[in-house]
């Protein structure tokens, strides 16, 4: 008796148990997707610096992941870290590196008071000063309510990294605006 490996009953099942764990991981993502949809476009947005490219790169993450033929051990921080690259990428080939951020990007105009806007308006004016990490994770954690260890998941960096990156670029845009009104 010898089995065979390329039997029909074996390529069956273990199809089945493909089509299962992908369903599962489809199932996964959409979820994450949902629960999370705000905090991908922000972290994406954070790097392209425009809506559309932002959007796009989500949809390219998603898409690549849903092609996977095995499920990531941490699906969340695969997602995030897919995104991040997939904006990087987007923003590698259009050039855009030098694109002002649009407030509204990252404001629901509707939901904010008017001393809200002032201030998120000041802040955003300011972004262009700092470093490429420090202006990301700050977008990331004042507009997208990221914690530091999921934005070092996104920046692959560790939590203190995250926490020194934001902090830093917290007291220069205090500095900024206090000069600005001396």
């Known amino acids: 008796y010898t089995f065979c490996t390329n039997s029909p009953l074996k390529n069956s099942s273990r199809q089945r148990g493909d089509y299962v764990s992908k369903n599962r991981l489809l199932e996964e993502l959409a979820a994450i997707f949902a629960q999370k949809q ?6 994406a947005l954070a790097i ?12 390219d ?12 051990q941490n699906l969340e921080a695969y997602l995030y870290r897919t995104v ?3 904006a990087l990428h987007r923003l590698k080939h259009t050039n855009r590196f030098d694109r ?7 404001l ?10 002032i201030l998120a308006n000041q802040v ?18 004042l507009f997208a309510d990221l914690t530091f260890a999921e934005i070092a998941n996104i920046m692959e960096s560790s939590p203190n990294t995250a926490a020194s990156w934001y902090h830093r670029s917290i007291e220069k845009l205090k500095e900024e605006m206090y000069e600005q009104q001396f």
């Open 84 to 86: 991040r690259n997939k």
């Open 48 to 59: 392209t610096r425009e809506r559309s490219s932002a959007e796009d790169s989500v949809h």
């Open 100 to 106: 002002n951020i649009n407030p509204g990007d990252f």
């Open 124 to 141: 955003i004016e300011r972004l262009s000063t700092l470093e490429e990490n420090s202006r990301q994770t700050l977008i990331m954690k």
């Open 38 to 43: 705000r905090q991908l476009y922000v972290a």
């Open 61 to 72: 993450a998603l898409l690549a992941i849903a092609a996977l033929q095995q499920r990531p």
């Open 108 to 117: 629901d105009v509707q939901e904010c008071s008017s001393s809200q806007k």
